[in-house]
């Protein structure tokens, strides 16, 4: 089932950028790495080799384990600047994939190191284990390396997807014993650390930095949010069987730094456990003077909205996301949601004052459309095109498909694109924008979850 009604565009105009802010980003994050790892490549030639060359790779590996552990932090350390341009969705994926790379450079030091050791002491490698396990900073190391080895195999998809999240996360959250431990053992073992009052003063500042983001990103900032603007919930809506919307309001939300398409980490005190926690979209562009969060009933958290009672306290993490108007490169725009993915298209919607402005919104029925109303009331109101496309999936041929696309969107390479729905939408959509050769840059999609 198709509806569309085309009303006359009004084009508004986007401001072109030299840089877009995500290229700006990824340049900073490249630069960062590359300087601190030309940094340690000098110290480490400069600081002298091993006792022999097995252990001189080892130092070299040990060096780079370092660095890769100090990136780990500044990945998951929310910081604004990165999260509003990368998103956290891909600043996560890269932590996973970085997170593997040190499991590996981890253990390579350490078997470096046995063997190493094993070789100058004309030992048995198990013996030499054994007796580097007595020596305190060697144990630090070891037990920092173990915990690495027991997070990177549960964080392996085999065995994350039986875990729940909150299992996961617990067993996750022993990275900041190992973090302590490394560090402890690099300044007990690593003469790099020693070897020169700038090698010192470098090593310092780049744990105080790493570290200081992630307290102030993971701890700091949203302890000061919640005190300040003291969060409650101010009305619970049933939009349908089993979706519920959840007006937020508190003092000073006119400073807090949130924009349409972004989501929060929310919890509510009282109705669930401290520790369980759901990253809900913004499903009303920021006003000022409250935030709005839809959810659909797909767990006890979500199912469990509807029984908020006014005036309930609130602890609301970030808004986080790159998913925003910030990464606008055209006059015209494609929104396109599946699902509950329509919450953050529809505070896009409502960010827009006029515009070319096309929504494609897939849902298994009319009846399952969220928010429907609102957003052909927005679309409307704007001068745009609304396609309302229904069925299951599988039955008919997809929207989706490149041909289809085309043909709803004649335009659509003139067009920023952005995509919000279930995964495997989402991958058949760019799969489909790819092939319709729309730029890279104008293309926009935000996984919204926490691991």
């Known amino acids: 089932m198709d509806k569309g009604e085309k009303v006359e ?71 604004p600047w990165l999260d509003r341009r990368i998103g956290m969705d891909r600043l996560t994926v890269w932590h996973r994939w970085v997170g593997f790379t040190l499991l590996w450079t981890v253990l390579a030091h350490a078997v470096l190191v046995v063997l190493g050791y094993a070789k100058l002491d004309r030992a048995a490698a198990g013996r030499t284990f054994l007796a580097l396990a007595g020596v305190p900073a060697s144990l630090l190391g070891m037990l920092a390396a173990l915990i690495i080895v027991v997070v990177g195999v549960v964080s392996t998809r085999s065995v994350r997807r039986r875990l729940r999240y909150e299992t996961w996360h617990g067993v996750h959250l022993a990275l900041y014993l190992a973090l302590g431990l490394a560090f402890v053992h690099q300044l007990l073992e690593t003469t790099t650390f020693t070897s020169s009052t700038f090698a010192k003063a470098y090593w ?65 005190p009282g109705h669930n456990h401290w520790w369980l926690a759901n990253p809900f979209s913004l499903s009303a562009a920021p006003d000022g003077r409250s935030l709005r969060l839809t959810a659909k009933a797909a767990g006890a958290t979500s199912a469990g909205l509807r029984h908020l009672q006014v005036g309930n306290r609130v602890f609301v993490e970030g808004p986080y996301g790159a998913f925003t108007s910030l990464h606008r490169t055209q006059p015209g725009a494609l929104l396109i949601a599946g699902g509950v993915g329509i919450t953050p298209v529809r505070a896009l919607l409502e960010e827009e004052a006029a515009g070319d402005v096309v929504v494609l919104y897939r849902a298994r029925t009319e009846h399952d459309a969220v928010l429907s109303d609102e957003v052909r009331e927005l679309v409307a109101a704007r001068g745009g095109q609304l396609h309302l496309v229904t069925g299951h999936t599988g039955e008919g041929p997809s929207p989706f498909e490149p041909g289809n696309l085309l043909a709803l969107v004649p335009d659509i390479t003139e067009r920023d694109v952005y995509v919000c729905g279930p995964p495997g939408m989402t991958s058949a959509v760019l799969t489909a924008l790819r092939a319709l050769k729309v730029p890279a840059r104008q293309v926009h999609s935000e996984r919204f979850g926490l691991a």
Do not use: M
Request: aromatic share 10%; charged share 15%.
């Open 9 to 79: 565009a009004r084009v508004s105009p986007v401001r072109q950028r030299t840089v877009p802010p995500v290229v700006a980003a990824r340049w900073a994050l490249r630069t960062f790495v590359i300087v601190n790892l030309v940094i340690v490549e000098v110290l480490f030639l400069t600081a002298g080799t091993g006792k022999n060359s097995v252990l001189t790779v080892a130092k070299f590996v040990g060096l780079h384990a370092a660095v890769l552990l100090l990136c780990q932090l500044l990945l998951v350390a929310r910081l």
């Open 204 to 268: 310092w500042a780049l744990w105080a930095f790493a570290f200081g983001s992630l307290v102030a990103g993971r701890i700091v900032v949203p302890l000061w949010r919640n005190s300040y603007h003291q969060f409650r919930v101010a009305e619970v809506v049933r939009e349908s069987d089993d979706v519920v919307s959840v007006r937020v309001t508190g003092r000073h939300l006119d400073e807090l730094p949130a924009r349409a398409g972004q989501f929060c980490i929310w919890r509510f």
